[in-house]
């Protein structure tokens, strides 16, 4: 089955550099991705979807990136600010279904 | 954000006693899903549901029931609670289109002694 795969070590940047963050699928490639944020005691928030024909979206200072030769997801966070520290979590969805798996997520510290 | 709570917020039972705990949207949407998430694991999908009485099992469903028997409301219920069920319980909901986002709630911490 489709596993996705996050790294699970914490991830400390400083204030004002790009936190990149990673996320691999193992198997087929999904029809989309999707990243979201989740801060301690809350659920996680969407952030953005990427189809698998899109090889870039971006929002804001978000960018996410979708190789589907290397089947993986780059989640580019640029001028990062203490304010982006949280628990980033990727999700694959297959275009056929509704069930999304998730990774365990990348905790985040930007530090000031 | 979306209209979406989850009810209890966190509670404390002992292992062997039932348990229901209540989502409830004001979206109107069809879809709705029970997670658990645990250290390590991520968010593992329990139940779903795709309409009023429709429902299907997810990843993690052994131990696990549900019912929606109105739009707006999706309970999930551990008819025996083991302590290998405390975890932080999610509630989302999706709306029409496979490429929606999820929109979850705040989560039910349940501990079971």
């Known amino acids: 089955s489709q596993k996705i795969e996050q790294n699970s070590e914490a991830l400390n940047i400083q204030e004002g550099k790009t936190a990149t963050l990673t996320c691999n699928y193992t198997n087929y490639s999904p029809a989309y991705l999707q990243w979201y944020r989740q801060d301690p005691g809350r659920g996680p928030v969407f952030l953005l979807l990427?189809?698998?024909?899109?090889k870039e979206k971006r929002k804001e200072r978000l960018k996410v990136t979708f190789d589907t030769t290397l089947k993986q997801s780059l989640f580019h966070i640029t001028a990062s600010q203490p304010a982006d520290s949280a628990t980033y979590l990727c999700?694959?969805?297959?275009?056929?279904?509704?069930?999304?798996?998730f990774g365990s997520g990348t905790q985040l510290t930007v530090l000031p | 954000d979306a209209g979406i709570t989850q009810s209890p917020r966190h509670k404390v039972t002992e292992t062997g006693t039932p348990v229901t705990l209540r989502c409830h949207q004001t979206?109107?949407?069809?879809?709705m899903y029970w997670y658990r998430q645990d250290p390590g694991h991520g968010l593992r999908l329990i139940h779903y549901s795709y309409g009023v009485k429709d429902t299907d099992k997810g990843e993690v469903s052994d131990g696990y029931s549900v019912s929606r028997s109105k739009t707006e409301d999706f309970l999930l219920t551990l008819e025996s609670a083991t302590s290998s069920q405390t975890s932080v319980y999610f509630c989302a909901i999706q709306g029409e289109g496979n490429n929606q986002p999820q929109h979850f709630g705040d989560g039910t911490r349940l501990s079971i002694l």
């Open positions: 999700a694959h969805l297959p275009g056929s279904a509704r069930q999304l798996t």
């Open positions: 979206e109107n949407h069809r879809y």
């Open positions: 990427i189809r698998e024909n899109e």
